[in-house]
């Protein structure tokens, strides 16, 4: 079964940096794209950032364009995404996504 575990969320206040780890089990990360998304209050769920699989390809949304860089560990099974210059408006709950599976969250907040 394969399995997503966000961590690293935290409050950190705008302008500072967050990074986020999502490990992958069940599954080798290289055979899968995965992708960040964040979901603010009463919103749906907004792809932020995507690494490919085999080639690593990235994707960014164009507003974390030039702020925020995905990378991956194949090694240990992990994605990252490196959140700098943070925005009150990034903060949400952010979900690393594979496929059909979803990983429980966590929580960022960005103080204004």
């Known amino acids: 079964e394969v399995q997503l575990v966000e961590s690293g969320g935290g409050l950190v206040r705008a302008g500072g940096s967050l990074r986020l780890s999502c490990a992958a089990s069940g599954t080798n990360r290289a055979d899968r794209a995965i992708g960040w998304f964040r979901q603010a209050p009463g919103k749906e769920r907004e792809e932020r950032s995507c690494?490919?699989?085999?080639?690593?390809?990235?994707y960014y949304a164009d507003y974390v364009k030039g702020r925020f860089t995905i990378s991956s560990d194949n090694a240990k099974n992990t994605v990252y995404l490196q959140m700098n210059s943070q925005k009150h408006e990034d903060t949400g709950v952010y979900y690393c996504n594979s496929d059909i599976y979803w990983g429980q969250g966590t929580q960022v907040n960005v103080s204004s």
């Open positions: 690494i490919g699989s085999s080639d690593g390809s990235t």
